[in-house]
Structure formats: C-alpha cells, structure tokens
C-alpha cells in the first residue's frame, strides 16, 4: 500500500475536489503509479483531519474521472495511465453523466472490455460507408441482426416489419406521432416514465393513469377506461417497471392482453429492461402482435450511449408509417452506432453486455439489501434501482438535497406520478458508474440520513 498523503494549495476548492486534484496531479508526475494502493479511506481521513464523508466524496470524484478502480474487500488502486488519461477515456467526459438517470453499470471485466474494443476497430476499418446517408429504419443487415436479438425474447416478426430507431424516447414520440393527435388520451399506469409524461405534455397529449395491484394494471380498470376515455393507445412499461421495479407476469398479461384484444386498442410496450430480466415473461408484442408497437431500446441492456432501439411494428403498413415519421424527425439512427451494434449481436459481445449488466446489478441490488435492511423499498435482483418509501417525517425535498454530491442518483416521486399528489418515495439508481464500494458508501449515507433527527415535513 502506497503511503501517500496528498498536497493542498491555495485553489479555494472543497477538500473532496483538491483531493481528487492531488490524485490526479500525482498520477501524471508519477508520484503515484498504475496499480498503487491508495490510503483507506478512514486512515486517510484520521491523517488529514476531515470527515470520512469528505474522503469517500474524493474517492468518488477520482473514480468518475477513470484514476482509480475500487474493488470492495480490496480497496482503491490507481489505475493504468491510458485509461485514465487517454483520449478513448477523457476525464472530462467521464465527469459528463446525470446521476438521475437509469443506468447499467458499466462493464469493467477487461476480457469483456477488450472484445468491445475489437468490435469497435473492426467498424472502423470501413468507416467512410458509415458516414452516408442510409434507410430511415436501418440497413437489411442491421435488421437482421434485430430480429436475431429479438428472437431470443421469442419475437420472430417478418423483416418489413422491425426498424432499427434511435432510441426508445425518439420512437416514443415517432409512434405518438402516428397513433394520436393534439387533446387525445392515452392510458398508461399510474407511476409512470418520467419521458412518457414529457412528450405527452409536449404533443398535447392528455394521459389517464391506471390503478395497479402487485400485478400490473388492473384489467377491469382497463376495460373501464378504455369505454369512458376512448384512449388512442395504452403505454406499459411491463418489465422491471421503472421506477417501481414490477414485472407484471404471464397470467397477467394474458388478461391485459385479451381487454386489448377486444377493444382493439393499440399498446406502446416500453421493454427497455426485458433482456435484463432473465427468463422474463413473454413480451406483449408475442400475445398480441396486430396491436403492439415493441420498442426495445438498448439503453439498458448493451449502453445508453448507442441512442438505438429494436422497433416491431404491428404490420408493415404501420412500419412504413413509423419510417416516414421518423426521417421527419431524426432523418435515420447513426450507421455507426448500428454498425458497432450488429457486430457485437454478430460475435456474442452483446450478450456478453448484457450477461454483465445482469450480475452486476445483482450484486449491487445485494448491497443496497444489506446497507438499507429495515427500510420499505421495492426491489427486483436485475433491476438498476429500488423503489424507496420514505420512513414519517422525511421528505424527499430535503432528502434530494442531503444526497446532493454524493454520487448516487434520486429522482422524487413527481416525476413520475400521473395524477395527484405525489407520495413520499424516491426512486434511488444503483447502475452506472459507481463501484461497489462507492454504491456501499454511498447508500450507507443515505441510510444515515435516513435515520437522522432533524427533518422538515
């Protein structure tokens, strides 16, 4: 273990941020070199006169500018120069991320990390085809290479019918855009995805959210509205529900399935996280594929940086309107995002992707199970987050505000709450780029307070 203890100056900074400066000052003179074993946390604090939260904040911020690795048991190791000063991993950028956001982790296996790379090299070396203008839905081949992803949820359409999109939020629009117009109503549960309540606002949608039971929507109440409401379409978010971390099962679906059928309402199936869930029930776009628009973004399963989603639509009729709609707004996904995609589904690196995204979120969900034990939160062992109900007299105001800088993620109950006052919950992230140990300190804060004395209503 390396005895180092950092030098402040005279920069005015928090002590968190001349750390994490120190850090990275002496990795570059090489005072500090790839693999050293930085102080732990408490010792270095017990040194320098600080809190413990002052330095855990510091190993943070050194983490999301790549300088460092954790590992929990291990402790924090500088790591290789190239990847932390190197232009494929520029620090500035790793600083660029909204903790708000739904992430995966992100994969750090370097077996993993290296076939990725190669993926990427091998795009490269017929890079000037891919900085054409190409098909509003994809090439021939990059749709195969959907319906071959597709095909393992058990989605096996005709070609004419997928469309490789960018992203799951500009297909949402696209398909909004194709079903309904400004003042009409579309159905969707209760708490629901922060995006769909956006662009509904934005095309002058009126949304009508649904009861749920531990199920999913109910289907009575689905029947109900479709007769009082005369909803253009129904939006779910079946699988790993965000925020509330449900996956509404196969008997369930069956019967949501059978009210859509008989109204021959259309349903928007949101299933950025089916391919997290392993053995997930099968998609809607399987029980009744004549009404469902699929929309299965990448986001959550490979990164949210591709902006692509695998799109189903119910025909192709209503594919070649989803193309036109989106040259309108998005002219095509980028060839080069699809290109790198169809060549990781092609080599297994994908699912490799995706069989990391599952484990570690795993392991993340046992922390936070540990860490929070005695607190009200639902939870799923793939799902990126838990749904957290705040104990009496916490708000989530001051919560949100307690938690600031601390390297995980809150978003309160209103961003997702449809009608009415929201209640006291808060969805917490656990993905991204926080190690274990990060998410460990992290939530062991907000497990502080959680059970601190002073709160405001």
């Known amino acids: 273990m390396k005895s180092w203890v950092p030098t402040f100056g005279t920069s005015g900074k928090p002590r968190y941020l001349e750390i994490a400066d120190a850090i990275e000052r002496d990795t570059q003179s090489g005072m500090l070199s790839a693999g050293d074993r930085l102080p732990p ?55 660029e991320q909204d903790l708000a956001m739904n992430l995966p982790p992100e994969p750090d296996d370097p077996a993993l990390l290296a076939a990725m790379r190669a993926g990427l090299e091998t795009v490269g070396a017929n890079l000037v085809p891919l900085l054409r203008y190409q098909s509003a839905i994809g090439s021939e081949m990059d749709r195969a290479a959907a319906l071959s992803w597709l095909s393992m949820r058990g989605m096996v359409p005709n070609l004419d019918r997928i469309a490789v999109t960018p992203g799951a939020h500009a297909t949402m629009v696209a398909v909004l855009h194709t079903l309904a117009s400004p003042g009409d109503t579309i159905l969707c549960e209760a708490i629901t995805y922060p995006g769909l309540r956006s662009i509904a606002a934005r095309a002058g949608l009126h949304l009508v959210g649904l009861p749920v039971d531990g199920a999913g929507i109910l289907p009575d109440a689905l029947s109900d509205a479709i007769l009082k409401h005369e909803p253009k379409a129904l939006y779910l978010n079946p699988t790993l529900h965000n925020p509330t971390t449900l996956t509404i099962p196969a008997d369930r679906r069956m019967e949501i399935a059978e009210v859509l059928q008989r109204y021959r309402l259309p349903l928007i199936e949101d299933d950025a996280y089916g391919f997290v869930q392993p053995n997930a029930p099968a998609p809607f776009a399987t029980l009744v594929p004549n009404l469902t628009w699929h929309i299965g973004g990448l986001a959550k399963c490979i990164g949210a940086g591709l902006r692509l989603a695998f799109t189903i639509a119910p025909d192709s009729r209503s594919s070649y309107q989803l193309a036109q709609t989106l040259r309108v707004g998005n002219v095509m996904a980028s060839p080069l995002s699809m290109a790198l995609v169809t060549r990781w589904i092609e080599d297994g690196t994908a699912d490799r992707i995706c069989r990391f995204i599952r484990a570690e979120s795993a392991a993340r969900q046992d922390i936070a199970e540990k860490v929070l034990h005695g607190f009200d939160f639902d939870a799923d062992r793939h799902a990126f987050n838990i749904w957290l109900k705040l104990p009496v007299g916490v708000s989530r105001a001051e919560l949100m505000g307690r938690m600031n800088g601390h390297g995980i993620g809150l978003m309160p109950s209103d961003a997702f709450t449809v009608h009415g006052t929201p209640d006291e919950h808060v969805r917490i992230c656990l993905g991204g780029p926080i190690s274990r140990e990060g998410l460990n300190n992290g939530l062991s804060f907000l497990a502080n307070s959680l059970n601190g004395e002073s709160w405001l209503g």
């Open 41 to 95: 946390q408490r010792r270095l604090a017990e040194v320098l006169g600080l809190d413990f939260t002052t330095i855990s904040r510091a190993y943070t911020e050194a983490q999301s500018r790549g300088l460092v690795e954790s590992h929990v048991g291990r402790g924090t190791f500088v790591r290789e120069r190239a990847v932390a000063t190197g232009p494929a991993a520029d620090p500035r950028r790793a600083r």
